[in-house]
């Protein structure tokens, strides 16, 4: 099955800062790759996703990079604000299903 | 529009213990799922079901059952509670790529 690896498990920027998670993943038929913002207490909220067949795609503050030859993907949140600490999650889509294989999970923590 | 609607948001079973968590969706769903979280490891998958009368294992299926009741209902049964089934349980649905998850069932087994 899919492996998804991710790193850091915790990371801590100032304000204003660029923050940049990795993600590995281990199948090549995997064609989906969201990003899930989870806050304390709280459901996992899409907040960007990218398909096999698009390189990068933006939204406002937030990017996200694919490499299907290397098999990982990464997202990058610029301009940090207290806001965007919380709890990230990488995942990976397969299977008849597309069911979402998740990574184990970024702390982001942005210092005022 | 209530999305996905999970119930209970908290429970404490006693081993031995049985219970099912239920899950319905409103947004005419194909695919629901049922993942489980843990402290430092992600979301891990116990059961899905990809389409109305069909379902099939994850990655931690045992100690679990699932019923696809009809299109918008995916139950989650544990027949006897363990300890080690002490999580935060959460169910999802999608129709095409993007996932709606529910809020959550903090379940603790004593």
């Known amino acids: 099955g899919e492996n998804v690896e991710q790193h850091p498990s915790t990371l801590s920027v100032q304000e204003g800062d660029s923050a940049v998670i990795k993600c590995t993943y281990s199948?090549?038929?995997?064609?989906?790759f969201p990003w899930y913002k989870q806050e304390l207490g709280k459901r996992p909220q899409l907040i960007i996703d990218?398909?096999?067949?698009?390189g990068e795609k933006k939204d406002q503050r937030i990017a996200v990079t694919l490499n299907k030859t290397a098999k990982h993907f990464s997202l990058h949140i610029t301009e940090t604000q207290p806001e965007d600490s919380a709890v990230y999650f990488c995942a990976a889509s397969t299977g008849s299903a597309r069911q979402l294989t998740f990574g184990s999970g970024t702390q982001l923590t942005v210092l005022p | 529009n209530a999305g996905v609607t999970q119930t209970p948001k908290f429970q404490v079973l006693k081993t031995g213990q049985s219970m099912t968590l239920q899950c319905a969706q409103d947004m005419n769903h194909n695919s629901m799922y049922w993942y489980r979280q843990d402290p430092g490891m992600g979301l891990r998958l116990i059961y899905y079901?990809?389409?109305?009368?069909?379902?099939d294992k994850g990655e931690v299926p045992n100690g679990y059952n699932v019923s696809r009741l009809n299109k918008r209902e995916f139950s989650l049964r544990l027949e006897s509670a363990a300890p080690s089934q002490t999580s935060v349980y959460f169910c999802?649905?999608?129709?095409?790529?993007?996932?709606?998850f529910g809020s959550g069932t903090r379940l603790t087994v004593v």
């Open positions: 199948d090549s038929a995997s064609n989906y």
């Open positions: 999802a649905s999608k129709e095409f790529y993007g996932y709606t």
């Open positions: 079901s990809a389409s109305e009368g069909t379902t």
């Open positions: 990218i398909r096999s067949n698009v």
